[in-house]
């Protein structure tokens, strides 16, 4: 039996998405301006969309980019904020370094490793990297520093190594918090994504939403939009799923506010 | 009313082996300063001299604050004196080792760990096959009365419970020395009493040695051979005392023993006294 609540809670962001599109709808049919077309337009140029080789191509490409930067990101950035924890020393050497990038947006950086690295694969995915890096260092940093003392003496007590300690202890330990770092970084991947293939305008799904926009084909600027949007959405929630699986163990926390599983 | 297993007592009392007393755990003229965040130095213990014979069971009693966890840890490896040494069968100690096993007032377990999983974690470390150590883990955790709560994580039992899982994961990897600080503080008086009575039928079965925290002065007098009162600013040892009571104890038994009441009444007025003379000028 499925009670009304959880039905509710269930139905909810479908009802936002359906909610979005009427007033999308309705704003297109009072305003009637070119640039501006109906939401049943958009979703109809979809199809087209996702229906041509090229254009699955290009947005295959810049998943796989995603992909990439944020699993490289994620496999240097974790063991780097867990040490940074755990160890003064590292934490003072890289704490000004991350001060000084934090505030930068990634995408600035963008003009210099082009110059450096070209417009291809490398460099996109190198900007997916930094903007998805932050994040996850400072909450594995986080995570790794609020580990309780008294865990790794009674770690220390059984005989585990300072190696053993750290990837035994406080990276589980660590890992709700991780996830959650990880979770900001999947979103920030995606945005650091399109953003990367709008500066660099070679390929992705950035490069033919822009160029449609360059042509004046509305419907398929705005399909796009709802393509990547749906994407974000869906990696959200499978990683969502996967976090909760991970840490069943820990204290129940209130749902983040922008979880749609 | 019977009064009738008071004096059974002294019929049951068991032959003590008079094997001759063998230091265990050496700690010589240990002091600890820390860095208080007023920059102050603050004084925790100050000279402690104390020898614990192998398998004694040695209490630590003093007021709130007078460094009996600071004490434990250093014995334990964790925290380095500031002076002076400890010393375990002569060596000294350096660092946090299987031979002494901490049970924290904090639990410690690990959350992501299940009961089984916590009290296994030892043995498997220490190269215990998984079957073999599953099998003892399982035991050791029918022994501390939770059977049935083998998959169970840490955040779905009571603090009772999580108390008595932090026993079991530190006997699990059979340390030579149990430090427990204040293992039964946070417990219920039935639970409390319970796990006083299994915690001596453990130790008189196997004669590990125990260096045991509590500020509860008849916990001190039932369970140990020995009574470390310590006082407050600065930590330090006011006296020793030794409990001259049979073994095995029986809680019924030992309440209604006069000399077991003598030393209650005595130890807590050392313990007014000790506040008087401790209270801030
Ligand atoms: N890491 C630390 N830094 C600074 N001061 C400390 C630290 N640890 C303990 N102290 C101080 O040392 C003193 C002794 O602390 P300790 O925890 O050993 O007391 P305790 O006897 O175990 O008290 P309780 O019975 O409340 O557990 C306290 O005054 C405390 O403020
Ligand atoms: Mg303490």
Redesign the pocket.
Known sequence: MISSTTMAKRAAPALACIGLLAVWQVASLVLKSDSFPTAIEAIRAIPDILGDRESLINILASLRRMAIGFSIAVLVSMPLGLLMGRSRAVAAFFNPLLMVIYPVPKAALMPIIMLWLGVGDITKTLVIFLGVSLPVIYHSFEGAKAVEEKMLWSGAAMGLSPLQRLVRIVLPAALPEILTGCRTGLVLALITMITSEMIARQSGAGNILFNALDMGQYDTVYAMIIIVGAMGICLDAVFERVRARLVRWSEPQFDLPLSFS | MKVVPSRLSEWVRPVTLQQPACAIIEIERVSQV???SARKD?L?LSDISLTIDEGAFVSIL?P????????LYIVGGFVNPSSGAAKMKGQAITGPGPDRGPVF?EFALFPWKTVLGNVMYGPRQQGVRTNEAEAQSRALIEMVGLKGYENFYPKELSGGMKQRVALARTLAYHPEVLLM??PFGALDAHTRTRLQNDLLNIWERDRKTVLF?T?SVDEAVFLSDKVVMMSKSP?RIRQVIDIDLPRPRRRNELLLDPRYQKYVVDIERMFDESDEAGSPS
Do not use: N, W, Y
């Open positions: 820390f860095q208080t603050h925790a003093g709130s604050g007078c460094g009996k966890s600071t004490l007032q600080d204040e925290v500020h930590g």
